[in-house]
């Protein structure tokens, strides 16, 4: 148990064993679902609960013990709080943000199946997740969870796919995956290897962020059985970098599967060049790769995590300059419908001034 990390928190949880802390089904059966329990922490004058009702009434809350036992109590700005504890602002109005920025739902030809580009589909296996990120950009499907069983949306997902030739690889996403025990996983994964024109899949999760503790030897020996897989999580804050959830990576490294990490850059969260540089080495000592930095989109309920283009843009300019390449994700603005990803790195200043500093260089030789 990570007893010294946050004694407050944890004392809430006094009566869990460390055997208890290490499971999975224990760590999601007492997530912090209702604004009352927060109050039981001290601290409780800063989480500011008595008006949170009304935006889980919008938008539901849900806190592994784990994740929640990441937050400094005392720290207002904490970047895991601010994750994961409603916030007013939430429900206040930010004109023109919309549910679906990106028009995934006109983009779904069968439900629960979003195919934005010819190549790749992404199937949303289920709404719920193990935390519910307040950042997240399908937060507009939250309160539907588990209306629709996995075998339902399997019955026009898995057809589709199948008539669709052109597809090569499947993201499974959500909502989490990872809510899901080892053997529905393995019948899912099963069932698109199964398709033959499909001959990648990823997994969408923030399991090793959230709860480490669901990624154990069972679940990395099944996975192991669906190469080429590609596992995608979301660290945001070096804070989040614990030996568990180190563990949980590397648990899924070796057994052949590669972990790559999109962020998202969140004001307040890591919207600094000192604490992105610090994710960035960090993911890069635990051997995951930072793949994307996807902009924060417009979307309804987020409107206080977004930066704007400029600051995003200077910030990753001195990370550009800094870092390694290894260490470098791509910062992208995700567009609408089939529009792709924009990376942002042509849009900065500092490049295309060293373009023109070295024009005679290209004038010469390129
Ligand atoms: S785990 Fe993913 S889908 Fe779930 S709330 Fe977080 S960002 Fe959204």
């Known amino acids: 148990m990570n007893i010294n990390k946050n004694k407050n928190i944890l004392s809430f949880f006094k009566n869990a064993t460390a055997r208890d802390w290490q499971d999975s089904r224990w760590q999601f059966k007492n997530r912090i679902t209702k604004v009352a329990q927060l109050d039981h922490f001290p601290g409780e004058s800063l989480l500011r609960t008595e008006k949170l009702n009304a935006v889980t009434a919008v938008y539901p809350m849900a806190i592994t ?53 010819s190549d790749r589909c992404l199937a949303i296996v289920t709404e719920v997740c193990l935390t519910y990120c307040r ?90 059985r669906y190469r080429p897989l590609w596992f995608n999580t979301q660290f945001n804050h070096p804070a989040e970098i614990t030996p568990e959830s180190k563990r949980a990576c590397n648990m899924i490294q070796e057994s052949g599967i590669p972990v790559s990490n999109q962020s998202v850059l969140l004001h307040g969260v890591n919207d600094s060049p000192d604490v992105m540089r610090n994710l960035l080495y960090g993911l890069q000592k635990i051997s995951v790769r930072p793949y994307y930095l996807f902009h924060c989109d417009p979307v309804k309920g987020c409107g206080h995590f977004h930066t704007d283009l400029k600051s995003g843009i200077t910030m990753m300019e001195k990370i550009w300059s800094q870092c390694s390449g290894l260490s470098l994700p791509q910062y992208v603005l995700d567009l609408p419908g089939s529009t792709g990803k924009m990376p942002l790195n042509t849009m900065s200043g500092t490049i295309n001034n060293n373009l023109q500093t070295h024009q005679h260089y290209f004038d010469k030789f390129m």
């Open 135 to 224: 950042h997240c950009n399908r937060k507009r499907f939250w309160p539907q969870s588990a209306h629709i069983s996995l075998k339902t949306r399997l019955k026009k997902i898995i057809p589709y796919i199948s008539a669709s030739r052109q597809i090569r690889e499947v993201i499974i996403s959500g909502g989490d995956p990872l809510i899901f025990d080892d053997q529905t996983i393995e019948t899912l994964l099963a069932s698109l290897k199964a398709i033959p024109h499909i001959e990648v899949l990823r997994i969408g999760s923030r399991a090793p962020v959230v709860m480490p503790m669901r990624i154990t030897k069972e679940f990395c020996r099944m996975l192991k």
């Open 65 to 117: 013990p784990y994740y929640l036992s990441l937050i400094q109590i005392d720290d207002e700005n904490d970047p895991v709080r601010a994750q994961c504890i409603p916030d007013l602002r939430e429900i206040s109005c930010y004109k023109d943000y919309l549910d679906d920025p990106l028009e995934e739902d006109s983009h779904m030809p069968v439900p629960k199946l979003i195919h934005r580009y």
